[in-house]
């Protein structure tokens, strides 16, 4: 399974940005999706994951502000992100559950106050 994730850039502060991930490498449903995120000289962490029956779960301080959903005809998951903070600044990256982990190259999100 290969994860090309699109999507992030530079904002302001309050402003929106929607990362998408596409999956490939496989004809079946992939059981977990989603994303997490990882600030310069800090560990990754989990934003926010979607199973395949839609049952999605958030970090702290993405709920109410971000929503993760998954489209499985195409192996694909979403994050939009609204009213972003600086402290949103990071990578975030791309992550399925099938069988194993695999992980996303990375898309950079960067905002400004």
């Known amino acids: 399974v290969q994860l090309q994730a699109s999507g992030g850039g530079l904002v302001q502060a309050g402003e929106s940005l929607r990362l998408s991930c596409v999956a490939s490498?496989?004809?079946?449903?992939?059981?977990?999706m989603g994303w997490y995120r990882q600030a310069p000289g800090k560990s990754r962490d989990l934003v926010a994951f979607?199973?395949?029956?839609?049952?999605?779960n958030y970090a702290d301080s993405a709920r109410g502000r971000f929503t993760v959903s998954r489209d499985n005809t195409k192996n694909t998951v979403y994050l939009q992100m609204n009213s972003l903070r600086p402290e949103d600044t990071a990578i975030y990256y791309c992550?399925?559950?099938?069988?194993?982990?695999?992980w996303g190259q990375g898309t950079e999100v960067t905002v400004s106050s």
């Open positions: 992550h399925a559950f099938f069988g194993k982990n695999y």
């Open positions: 490498g496989t004809q079946q449903s992939i059981n977990i």
């Open positions: 979607i199973t395949r029956g839609g049952v999605s």
